[in-house]
């Protein structure tokens, strides 16, 4: 057997994500075209630039977290546990039945266990008055807050997973490009079950500072609900947030054989970088056009074969041009005929979580098909000319997806889902 033509299916999903507690709670949210970004409660903002957020109502308690595990664990790792053991209940799994060995887990975090260092910090230096930390005053978990790792280690105890275990750190994209390292561990044949997902937990003085600094995020701070605004003529940064979002991915198979319920396949992905600027985009989107052919042709599918593109969509001038441009350069002529919308304007940007966060969205409106819409888009930027389907959901039959990410560092990349028939033969790469 060739293994690389081994497929591979979308068969849990748990969701972690600002107005909703749940996967459901999160589809209602975003296929309503409702938003869920308001002023800032995990801390007094007063004072910073942007004071607005996408925030989870998260609580670990009624998740039937310990008080130990409170304690040992930041919240971008209890987001991420939490949302594993949805994906799992929704996939069917009995952990019991599982292969150990052939089950793995790739987890993306752009920022990892801020808010824990961050708290310790504070502590250790006495407010920030001490130079020298006093690192008796630190909790004996502290090494575990600078480690990311510890978030895959803390998912991998969830199932008792002991393949390939990973935490994979491309900022923005990190979401994606962990589940573009999982599946392609099922693909050459060293899994058979991954756990995958993002996880970020920003919303923390510091984070929400270095952003100020740089002016990236939005300071439409007494409009919150509408301060999102992708691809409007009025947008002017970003709404930063915090969510997680994991997936059970198996082998088609495997999935098959145990009468797994299959949302999507994932059928292509690419990743490129444009070495250019921290910060910067070069203009036409070359980089991400060139990520978006390369998952197009592993997929095996013709651009004008896309029903839908579920765009980084920011809301800051310069990336809503880019990637409008990159989608023109890959789909050609069809760019114009292909809804493409971002659910960034309903729960904010959550970094490294959401690209997985997107790729739930992705499988759940291919399996409802249903898009969903962009919020606030009242006032079309003149020079952004695609159908970015505003304020309302539009149903449509969705065989072929494509969602992308865009980093910092010049990270951009690109995933396809494909609706996962098991007779579909265009599915299988060579």
Not at 72 to 89: G, H, I, K, N, S
Not at 167 to 185: F, K, M, N, R, Y
Request: proline letters at 5%; glycine letters at 10%.
């Amino acid at each position: 057997m060739n293994t690389m033509n081994r497929r591979v299916a979308i068969t849990g999903i748990g969701v972690r994500a600002p107005g909703g507690g749940s996967t459901k709670e999160f589809w209602e949210l975003i296929s309503s075209g409702a938003t869920a970004t308001r002023t800032i409660s995990l801390f007094d903002p007063t004072g910073f630039r942007s004071q607005i957020a996408g925030e989870c109502d998260f609580d670990p308690v009624a998740e039937g977290f310990s008080q130990q595990e409170i304690r040992r664990m930041d919240r971008v790792a209890q987001l991420a546990v939490a949302a594993t053991r949805e994906a799992v209940a929704d996939a069917g799994l009995e952990v019991g039945e599982i292969d150990p060995h052939r089950t793995g887990v790739s987890v993306g975090s752009a920022i990892g266990s801020t808010m824990s260092l961050e708290e310790e910090y504070q502590v250790l230096s006495n407010g920030g008055s001490k130079w020298l930390v006093d690192h008796e005053y630190a909790v004996p978990h502290l090494f575990s807050y600078m480690v990311p790792t510890s978030i895959s280690g803390e998912v991998a105890w969830v199932v008792g997973a002991e393949g390939p275990v990973a935490l994979v750190s491309t900022g923005c994209t990190s979401g994606i490009e962990s589940v573009s390292h999982a599946a392609q561990l099922i693909r050459e044949g060293s899994a058979d079950v991954m756990l995958t997902g993002g996880s970020d937990a920003s919303i923390s003085p510091i984070c929400v500072a270095c952003f100020d600094a740089i002016k990236a995020t939005t300071p439409r701070n007494d409009d919150p609900a509408t301060a999102s605004r992708p691809f409007d003529r009025t947008r002017n940064g970003f709404v930063l947030a915090e969510g997680c979002a994991m997936l059970v991915l198996e082998e088609f198979g495997h999935a098959v054989r145990r009468g797994a319920h299959i949302y999507a396949e994932i059928g292509g992905w690419g990743v490129r970088a444009n070495a250019y600027h921290m910060t910067g985009l070069r203009p036409q989107g070359h980089e991400m056009a060139q990520a978006i052919d390369v998952a197009l042709r592993m997929s095996g599918r013709a651009p004008e074969q896309v029903d839908y593109v579920n765009a980084h969509g920011s809301g800051t001038k310069q990336n809503d041009k880019h990637e409008t441009d990159a989608f023109k350069r890959s789909l050609g002529d069809h760019a114009y005929r292909t809804p493409v919308s971002s659910i960034k304007s309903m729960i904010g940007h959550s970094l490294g979580a959401i690209g997985s966060i997107e790729i739930a969205a992705c499988a759940l409106a291919i399996e409802s098909a249903l898009i969903p819409p962009t919020a606030n888009l009242h006032e079309p930027d003149p020079e952004l000319d695609l159908d970015y389907v505003p304020l309302e959901a539009r149903p449509a039959d969705l065989r072929t997806v494509l969602t992308v990410g865009s980093g910092f560092g010049g990270f951009q990349s690109a995933m396809v889902l494909t609706k996962g028939d098991p007779d579909d033969h265009d599915a299988r790469r060579a």
